[in-house]
Structures are given as C-alpha cells and as structure tokens.
C-alpha cells in the first residue's frame, strides 16, 4: 500500500486541475485506497447511491475521451473514475442498508424512521430534484477520492466535460444512471497548469446572515 506523500493541508495548498498525463499505470493497492476513500463517504440516509466505473484499458480510455469532447488527458490519465448516481438505487437498497446498519448498531428507532421518511421523500422527486441530490451525494465521494489521490501523490483532474449519452452508451451504464463527474488521476507530463487564484474570502463567506463579515 502506498504511503501518504504529502499531508492533506499541502495536497489542498498544492492540487490543480491537471492538464495532461503520463499514462503510467497505477498501483492496484493505491487504486484501491483512493475508491474506497469515496466508499467511506458520508450519503443521505447511509444509501450510497453513487457508482464508479473505472477505466483504465487504453483502447477504453480512447472511446471516452470521444465521449468528453476529445479532451486529451482523458485518454492520458493512469485511471479514470466515472462518477454516476443510480437514481433507483435508493429503492433497490434501502432494506440492505438497513439491514447492514443493524448489524453494526442501528438502533431501531432509526431503521423505522428511514424505512418510513426514505421513501416518501424520494419517490416524489422529480427529474431534475433527483439529479441534484445525486449531484450531492456522489461529488463528496469524488472529493474524498481526490484528496486521498493527491496525497499519495498523484495529480487528479475533475473533469465535467462530458456528454452524457455518449458515457453511457460508451459504458454500457443501466438507464437509471446520471453520470456526475470524471476523476481523472495519474502523474502530471509537462508543465503545470496556472493558479487561477481565488476570490477573496469576503466575496464567498459572511457571518451569521447574508452580506455581514465574517468576524
Ligand atoms: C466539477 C468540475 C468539473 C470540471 N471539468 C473540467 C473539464 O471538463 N475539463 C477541464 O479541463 N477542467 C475541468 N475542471 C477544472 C477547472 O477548470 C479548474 O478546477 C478551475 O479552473 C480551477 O483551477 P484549479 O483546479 O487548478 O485550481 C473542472 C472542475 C470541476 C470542479
């Protein structure tokens, strides 16, 4: 198992958006601890309705970079994480997450509070309400899958320029599938992309209401 290359604070201080790779191929262990960074992730209700195909075949990597508007370092990268979010994954799991979190202590009155709220909750959500919580879920499993990539010391690239039916016929995905995001990952080739900096802290956070400083 690879060991951690930088801290969190440096790998944050340091991540940019990589803009091309070497295509070296990446360790299986270090593979694995970066997945199941995103495995451990915090989910609405524990329901993980997230999915991740990654692919790392060379001629696979080519079919989805012509799904990503021909973005090269897409077929450049060691491995790709397709992100998506199964919109009925939260109806054909709910009894195992139940049954798994009783397993590890849930109590009771929680397993009846989720089997009673899960459903009416999410099964009146329409198209777009349910793209968006997706959308929530699945991005803090590949923010986690990033951070723990950048500390072992890879570059990732988070990548939204992709068409969505082209990943999913090029993938094979199920229908009830929405695709949220690629992480690419691997070692930077060539220059580093620029610092775009960032705004301002008082352009993005106020204190205790809107347009009030932070103290
Ligand atoms: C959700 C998301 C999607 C992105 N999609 C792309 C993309 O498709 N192609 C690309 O080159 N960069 C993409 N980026 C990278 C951004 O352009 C980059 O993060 C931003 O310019 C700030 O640069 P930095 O990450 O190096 O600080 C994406 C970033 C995020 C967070």
């Known amino acids: 198992m690879a060991t951690t290359q930088k801290t969190l604070a440096q790998a944050i201080r340091e991540r940019r958006a990589t803009p091309s790779f070497d295509g070296e191929p990446i360790e299986a262990s270090d593979l694995r601890q970066i997945l199941d960074a995103g495995l451990m992730s915090p ?114 690239a988070p990548m939204e320029g992709f068409e969505q039916q082209g990943i999913c016929e090029t993938l094979k995905l199920p229908m009830s599938y929405w695709v949220v995001s690629l992480l690419a990952i691997g070692h930077l080739r060539g220059p580093q992309k620029f610092d775009g900096g960032r705004f301002d802290i008082s352009h993005t956070v106020f204190g205790e209401e809107y347009g009030k400083p932070l103290k």
């Open 43 to 156: 989910s609405s209700y524990n329901l993980q309705p997230w999915r991740f195909v990654v692919v790392q075949n060379p001629e696979q990597l080519r079919k989805l970079r012509g799904a990503c508007y021909n973005q090269a370092k897409v077929e450049e990268a060691s491995a790709v994480i397709v992100a998506c979010g199964d919109r009925d994954g939260w109806r054909k799991d709910i009894d195992e997450v139940i049954r798994v979190g009783r397993e590890a202590g849930m109590p009771e009155s929680y397993a009846a509070q989720m089997a009673g709220n899960v459903p009416p909750y999410l099964a009146n959500f329409n198209e777009w309400q349910m793209a968006g919580w997706l959308n929530k879920q699945v991005m803090i499993a590949v923010t986690s899958m990033m951070w723990m990539a950048e500390t072992l010391g890879y570059d990732t």
